[in-house]
């Protein structure tokens, strides 16, 4: 067994050799020619061409929410866990057909709740992303 993986090092490591220096042949006829690469970019988790509707998954619908909105025409919904402002402002545009002004987000941590009819059993109650959405005077978003 040993034989087998010596020989294919072996093997690799003249492949590897030749490739260098038919690159270094290449390099020095090619001196003229420069190639600036270009920056790399911080991947998202999220692709460029994202689907909207999977960044906001609903409105969240409470208390807090109601007197926000009343107060500071702002708009709060649950979003998808890895999104950033800028999607979330796309999505609101695309969907809602309204312009952000502000755009703040918080995380909501995962809770340990009881398991209701019994004594010992505990839960967990998933975690999450929201956003609070405030507009300009006189715009509005209207939930159906």
């Keep these: ?18 490739k260098k220096v038919s690159s270094k042949k290449s390099a ?8 600036i ?15 909207v509707t999977k960044i906001i998954k609903n409105p969240r619908v409470s208390e807090k929410g ?3 909105a009343e107060d500071a025409n702002a708009y709060v919904f649950d979003v998808y866990k890895n999104a950033n402002k800028n999607q979330i402002k796309l999505a609101i545009e695309k969907i809602y057909k309204v312009v952000p002004v502000k755009i ?10 009881r ?4 004594n010992k059993k505990t839960g967990i109650k998933s975690g999450g992303k929201k956003a609070f959405v405030y507009l300009k005077k006189g715009e509005k978003i209207e939930f159906i």
């Design 104 to 113: 703040n987000i918080t995380k909501i941590q995962s809770k340990k709740v």
């Design 1 to 18: 067994m040993a034989l087998f993986s010596r020989k294919k090092k072996e093997e690799v490591k003249k492949e590897d050799s030749k």
């Design 28 to 35: 020095s006829k090619d001196k003229k020619e420069v190639k």
């Design 115 to 118: 398991v209701r009819g019994t």
């Design 37 to 51: 690469s270009e920056p790399a970019q911080k991947e998202s988790k999220i692709p460029l061409a994202f689907d």
């Design 66 to 68: 109601a007197v926000v």
